[in-house]
């Protein structure tokens, strides 16, 4: 029997949009953020009426971390938290709220920022595994399943803050539970990194290694990628 009109509409949308809210948080009484919603839609029972029931796989709250440069690396970590945990603080709650609003389970809450080799960059002493343990502990304090960005962008070369960032993943991924880590070696327009392809080999090795005690668990939350798409919202691959 065919799907009510209303019903064929609503389920195609659902199946076929990846719905994104983008807002902004000004003074806390103005609460927004890029929130990415993809919609897995399933239908049972009767086809024709219009229970079905719909999960909606995660929401993501994207930020820039750019605006917490600076030379010392205490301070950097400490601005990073500030800024995580004060965006986000109600990212888990409004999750929810709209979860009960529309009956649509929202099943994972996640954080990405801006890729963690360029905020690293601009520190003199370059230890990207504290910002990797600031992460896990923005991640803890605001209640999201995963955060991501402990990323490096390196298809048109390697600086010397992307390969220190590429040799800290896998302690880095050892370390913390929620932290997601990426690292795009090639594209279209710019070539393969040889070299960068060659050095994720053996990070991925290292990887699986050091978190063989937890069946290793680092490697699911590692992603090499070719042609990464800006603004990423998916896990384990989610940038700013």
């Known amino acids: 029997m065919p799907l009510q009109k209303n019903q064929k509409v609503f389920y195609n949308c659902l199946r076929q949009t990846t719905i994104r809210f983008r807002c902004l948080f000004a003074d806390k009484t103005l609460m927004c953020f890029c929130f990415s919603l993809l919609l897995l839609c399933f ?49 888990v709650v409004t999750a929810n ?8 389970p929202i099943i ?8 963690i080799a360029l905020i690293a960059a601009a520190c003199k002493d370059q230890n990207p595994v504290k910002f990797a343990k600031t992460l896990q502990r923005c991640a803890d304090d605001v209640g999201v399943n995963f955060i991501g960005g402990f990323s490096a962008l390196v298809q048109k070369g390697c600086t010397k803050g992307d390969w220190i960032l590429m040799d800290s993943i896998p302690e880095a991924l050892a370390v913390t539970e929620r932290v997601c880590s990426s690292v795009n070696v090639g594209s279209t327009r710019a070539g393969i990194n040889m070299d960068a392809v060659a050095k994720m080999g053996k990070i991925i090795k290292a990887t699986a290694d050091r978190t063989a005690d937890n069946d290793g668990l680092g490697c699911a939350k590692l992603v090499v990628f070719a042609n990464a798409v800006e603004d990423n919202p998916f896990m384990a691959g989610a940038f700013h």
């Open 43 to 91: 239908s049972y029972g009767s086809p024709r009426t219009l229970d079905c029931h719909n999960s909606s796989s995660t929401s993501t709250l994207s930020l820039s971390l750019r605006d917490c440069c600076s030379s010392d690396t205490k301070k950097t970590a400490n601005k990073i938290y500030d800024k995580i945990t004060k965006s986000a603080e109600n990212l």
């Open 97 to 104: 709220g709209l979860e009960a609003k529309y009956g649509i």
């Open 108 to 115: 994972n809450k996640r954080i990405s920022v801006t890729p």
